[in-house]
């Protein structure tokens, strides 16, 4: 994940958002356990862009679930499957509307 100047992953809103995300669940949107500690953007970053023209909106929780991943250095592997959900997804669109625990 590239961290350019104008990165709506950037700065306090987001931090905020992902906070209010992780408060409301720990129950990770990708894998269905729970533990998660980060969020993940449902329509990713790049998709939010390419698909609306400019990134307001990419951070509202309606586009937020939470997952287990990184969460600036600290490693949050899903405590039952050992995955590192959010960079497994990647970039992509999840595929399933419901949390399971295997590939995306």
């Not at 994940?1 to 306090?12: A, C, E, Q």
């Not at 500690?37 to 937020?64: C, F, K, M």
């Not at 997952?67 to 899903?78: D, E, F, L, W, Y």
């Amino acid at each position: 994940m590239s961290m350019k100047p104008g990165d709506p992953r950037n700065g306090h809103r987001y931090r905020v958002a992902v906070a209010t995300c992780i408060a409301n669940s720990d129950l990770c949107g990708l894998c269905g356990h729970h533990g998660a500690r980060t969020a993940d953007h449902i329509i990713p970053v790049d998709e939010w862009l390419r698909r609306y023209g400019s990134y307001e909106g990419v951070n509202d929780q309606s586009n937020l679930q939470p997952a287990h991943g990184t969460k600036g250095r600290v490693r949050n592997p899903c405590p039952t499957c050992g995955r590192m959900c959010n960079q497994s997804k990647g970039a992509r669109l999840q595929v399933a509307s419901s949390p399971r625990s295997r590939d995306w």
